[in-house]
């Protein structure tokens, strides 16, 4: 009876077809620009989502790369829809008749699948408004080594291919003007031992750390453009303990002018209506010219509304930042009060024992990835806990990632995660790369 179940879930999930080459064709944009309200709106910064249509100019056989001019024939630039990536081609599973269906179906070339390299493009202006701010491109998730030039001038550059990064084009960038972003990206090959002259996913052909997946290639998911001011919260961690009944917050506040600066920093809990709920900390500090500051503040919090797979209930941890009287920055971050432990061959979720009962989203999801809403993932969580009465999944990591929204998606349906790490490599430094790329997928 239990596999009759769990086949009849897979089933659901994967909602699996074909589709011929006749069928194919290039999905609606709109549906790429996932706007997901994870916290309130912050009064002082802005993001602006930069998905969509981008010029592409795939490549064969590069081993490095080179300036747009250098090897690009400007006459031969083709699109591709920004998130995707450019293996994509006309291999569906699914046809894309409802939000929340997976389709790999995107009508790309088969051409692009021998591709191990290609360079993206498009206009970009940055506000004049934004000028006198920090302003940086902000990419969920680049597989798997990115450069990034803006105006033909380098401004960054990032490898791994799960976790999000930021580019800063503050001085780079032209206010209220067009500029140009042109970005190359490698695939898993980038990592590829040469000497073994082939490429595959087993971790001996690699000659570093690898976060990566032979799968998918490209910019596979959301980029914006967000701007702060240059004194701004560059990082909040939230750790809730039940068993000492309090919260503490990690904070990481950057200074990214030239003179030093006193500011109030207030960090605070309000519930999801806005209102505060909890104060923690309201102090003045001195940031030194161009440096970072790094904090963690406690409160002890005797009745807070706890999270369980059956009451998932958020909070919002809020950063406000004050210079001379006046708000610069605010940041939210949302988070659940909840502690995990073991006691012996116990479990532990907030004092209360707990049988886990799982659900493995290997290929299931991993077929999504980038061609899939959040609706795709609600409902897949959903049906795990109707059908199985799952409280907790393995995010396998054989076909790549999942997107950046899916563990906040977990949260709100009261589903825990169990993340992995595809670091593969064979010596000493894998545990380290694994810790670090599940740390970056979880505070995204």
Not at 63 to 88: F, G, H, L, M, R
Not at 102 to 112: A, D, F, L, Q, S
Request: aromatic share 14%; charged share 25%.
């Amino acid at each position: 009876m239990k596999k009759i179940v769990y086949l009849i879930v897979f089933a659901m999930l994967c909602s699996v077809s074909s589709l011929s080459a006749k069928e194919a064709k290039v999905i609606d944009v709109s549906r790429f620009n996932v706007e997901m309200k994870i916290t309130p709106p912050s009064a002082t910064r802005t993001k602006t989502c930069r998905n969509g249509k981008w010029d592409f100019y795939p490549l064969r056989g590069v081993t490095e790369y080179k300036a747009p001019e250098e090897v690009v024939d400007q006459a031969k630039w083709e699109k591709i829809i920004v998130p995707s990536d450019w293996k994509a081609t006309t291999l569906g599973y699914g046809k894309d008749t409802k939000p929340w269906h997976v389709n790999r179906n995107m009508g790309y070339p088969p051409r692009w699948n021998e591709c191990g390299a290609a360079w993206y493009r498009r206009d970009l202006v940055v506000p004049n408004e934004m000028k006198g701010s920090r302003v940086v491109l902000d990419f969920k998730g680049v597989n798997h080594y990115i450069w990034v030039y803006l105006n033909g001038k380098f401004a960054g550059e990032h490898e791994g291919g799960w976790t999000p990064f930021q580019i800063d084009i503050t001085k780079l960038a032209l206010y209220g003007e067009k500029n140009i972003i042109s970005a190359y990206v490698m695939d898993e090959s980038a990592c590829v031992d040469k000497e073994l002259k082939r490429r595959t996913h087993y971790a001996a052909q690699y000659d570093r750390p690898v976060y990566t997946s032979r799968y998918f290639s490209g910019i596979w998911q959301d980029v914006s453009l967000i701007s702060t001011d240059k004194i701004f919260t560059d990082d909040v961690w939230v750790i809730t303990s039940f068993r000492n009944k309090d919260i503490k917050a990690r904070t990481t506040i950057k200074n990214n002018l030239t003179k030093a600066v006193n500011a109030r920093v207030r960090v605070s809990v309000v519930d999801k209506s806005g209102k505060e709920v909890l104060p923690i900390a309201d102090t003045t500090i001195k940031l030194e010219p161009d440096s970072s500051f790094e904090k963690e503040f406690t409160a002890s919090w005797k009745t807070p509304k706890l999270w369980t797979p059956d009451t998932p209930d958020l909070y919002y941890l809020k950063v406000d930042i004050f210079t001379g009287g006046k708000l610069v920055d605010q940041m939210y971050q949302r988070f659940g009060f909840r502690e995990f432990w073991c006691e012996g061959r116990n479990f532990m979720l907030n004092g209360k024992k707990i049988y886990l009962y799982n659900e493995t989203f290997r290929s299931t999801f991993s077929l999504s990835r980038s061609y899939s809403r959040p609706e795709y993932y609600r409902r897949a969580i959903r049906e795990v806990k109707s059908l199985v009465n799952g409280n907790f999944i393995r995010d396998h990591s054989s076909g790549g990632p999942t997107p950046w929204y899916f563990f906040d998606i977990a949260d709100e349906e009261g589903m825990m995660i169990i993340p992995t790490a595809r670091a593969s490599n064979y010596d000493h430094s894998i545990m380290e790369n694994a810790r670090e790329v599940v740390t970056k997928r979880i505070k995204a």
